[in-house]
């Protein structure tokens, strides 16, 4: 696989968060224009991020990671597999992208630039969603590099789209989604009073997933299971 420079991994990572937030954004606000029944709009929001992730993986994957998620980039580099210095460039990267993906969303649809949140999303019920969602997404992937790594693009954005669905929180899973949301008072916004809370069980379930599939996955001496096929290795 070809490696690229810093700068250039930056920028598939900014641009990479913008794409992805300005899906969220604009298929929330294009959902609310043509329905008012909110599981209506709730699946013409969810389509299109999972749509957008598998594209978005593929083509921006091979160059930077695709991290586009300050929780991804912080497992991976707890795990050693990105420096913290680049960490911490990547996670710039993508709150700019994805404040940038909530502008361009605005601007299609010829709203204001910045439109700060009322959409309440507090409480216990939520904080746990999104520490749930942001622990399968994590396990998602990193099982994923494991076994099955050009199904990675799949299994993230069909994840995702499962976990609009069984979370409360519809799954933001992901910190610089959350504080781009925090500036559109749309379909898929947030306030900014909610943040903290969305941010820390996002990091805390990320920090789960990582500690258990860091074992879970872990080489072992122990005997490898019966396989299920006489073709299964």
């Avoid at 013409?44 to 300050?70: K, Y």
Wanted: proline residues 4%.
């Amino acid at each position: 696989m070809d490696a690229f420079d810093l700068s250039r991994r930056l920028v598939a990572e900014a641009l990479g968060t913008a794409i992805l937030v300005a899906t969220v954004v604009g298929s929330g606000i294009m959902a609310e224009a043509l329905t008012k029944d909110v599981a209506l709009a709730l699946l013409c929001n969810t389509l299109p991020t999972g749509a957008i992730l598998v594209v978005l993986i593929t083509i921006l994957g091979p160059i930077s990671g695709a991290h586009f998620n300050p929780a991804v980039t912080l497992v991976f580099a707890g795990r050693r597999e990105l420096p913290v210095n680049e960490a911490a460039l990547y996670i710039i990267a993508q709150i700019a992208g994805g404040i940038a993906g909530t502008m361009a969303a605005h601007l299609m649809f010829a709203l204001p630039l910045i439109e700060f949140s009322l959409k309440v999303r507090t409480g216990g019920a939520q904080w746990l969603a999104e520490a749930v969602a942001a622990f399968g997404l994590i396990a998602t992937i990193l099982a994923g590099i494991r076994f099955q790594r050009t199904a990675v693009p799949w299994l993230v954005g069909l994840y995702i789209t499962a976990a609009y669905w069984f979370t409360a929180s519809t799954s933001f899973a992901n910190p610089a989604v959350a504080i781009s949301r925090s500036l559109t008072n749309t379909f898929s916004g947030i306030r900014s009073v909610d943040l903290p809370g969305f941010i820390l069980a996002e990091l805390c379930g990320a920090i789960v997933g990582m500690m258990l599939m860091n074992w879970l996955l872990g080489r072992s001496p122990a005997r490898a299971p019966v396989a299920l096929s006489k073709t299964s290795r």
